[in-house]
């Protein structure tokens, strides 16, 4: 596996915590001051401690001035695409174009269930993801009137609008072969974590995603590859993702110029202000020097 050429990008994810109710707010008023590209915010409706997060990124936009933000992913089985897309639309207006779509397919399904949700087979799961695509670029397109008929959702007639103010990309979090593969086809990203993605695997994965694409006539570079990654960068050197500011520059280089990985969303294990600090002046400057080296 090598590098896809894309232009990097650096976010960070925020745990979308009630309390306390201004912990979000800090960390991402942080990461816009500090420059980074994205915030992303896990989606777990069912989590008790867990304020919304649609509803969370809606009150961070207004206190951020430059970031984007993206529900990192999406829950699916809880949001109709045609209102999730409507939703997406409506911020990314407000916000001047600062909003991005990650989504997946659904994995808890006892706690999915427990909220009046739908509990779906793997097959169902990927067939759901590849309407929900097709609903939200339907309620985004320039149509008058929209008509779609699924197996899991459908329109009759919606009027679409507000337009997004920019080309919203979709990504999607999966990891199965089936997923790997619609994203290829269909998708504009590719957002997994590095726990359940790790160095070994990501060869086939990217390979599953390059071939579903180019069946598609698609250019496998068009997709963004996103890595969530957890650690904490300070002073110990205990592994890639766990050390000072110079192992987290040769690691992250590393996942862009060997693994074809193109955009990195750090989440901090503690210390959270101070870490996206950290990250964004330390690191992220010089990850880019890096690989602009390294592609020279």
């Known amino acids: 596996m090598s590098d896809y050429g894309r232009d990097l990008e650096f976010g960070v994810s925020v745990e979308p915590?009630?309390?306390?109710?201004?912990?979000?707010?800090?960390?991402a008023m942080a990461a816009d001051r500090a420059g980074l590209d994205l915030v992303g915010i896990q989606d777990h409706p069912y989590q008790r401690r867990?304020?919304?997060?649609?509803?969370?990124?809606?009150?961070?936009?207004?206190?951020?001035?430059?970031?984007?933000f993206f529900p990192d992913v999406a829950n699916l089985p809880l949001r109709p695409p045609a209102m999730l897309a409507k939703a997406a639309a409506s911020l990314d207006v407000l916000s001047a174009g600062r909003v991005e779509m990650g989504l997946g397919a659904g994995s808890f399904w006892d706690a999915v269930a427990g909220m009046g949700g739908p509990r779906r087979s793997?097959?169902?799961?990927?067939?759901?993801?590849?309407?929900?695509?097709?609903?939200?670029?339907l309620v985004w397109s320039e149509e008058r009137s929209l008509r779609?008929?699924?197996?899991?959702?459908?329109?009759?007639?919606?009027?679409p609008g507000p337009h997004p103010?920019?080309?919203?990309?979709i990504w999607v979090g999966a990891y199965g072969p089936k997923m790997l593969d619609l994203i290829g086809r269909l998708a504009d990203g590719w957002v997994p974590s590095h726990g359940y993605s790790p160095l070994r695997r990501l060869p086939e994965m990217h390979r599953r995603i390059d071939e579903g694409a180019e069946r598609a006539g698609r250019e496998p570079r068009e997709i963004r590859r996103a890595y969530n990654i957890s650690g904490s960068v300070g002073a110990v050197d205990q592994g890639p993702l766990q050390g000072p500011a110079s192992r987290w520059v040769e690691t992250l280089t590393g996942f862009a110029l060997e693994h074809g990985m193109d955009t990195f969303i750090f989440w901090p294990s503690g210390d959270h202000e101070r870490q996206v600090e950290v990250f964004a002046g330390e690191v992220v400057p010089a990850v880019k020097d890096a690989v602009r080296s390294g592609r020279s």
């Open 122 to 137: 793997p097959g169902e799961a990927v067939r759901s993801v590849e309407e929900a695509i097709e609903v939200m670029r």
């Open 165 to 169: 103010v920019h080309d919203i990309g």
């Open 17 to 27: 915590l009630a309390d306390p109710p201004e912990w979000a707010a800090r960390v």
């Open 50 to 68: 867990f304020l919304d997060t649609w509803t969370l990124i809606s009150t961070l936009v207004p206190v951020t001035e430059h970031i984007r």
């Open 148 to 159: 779609f008929d699924g197996e899991f959702y459908s329109l009759k007639g919606m009027r």
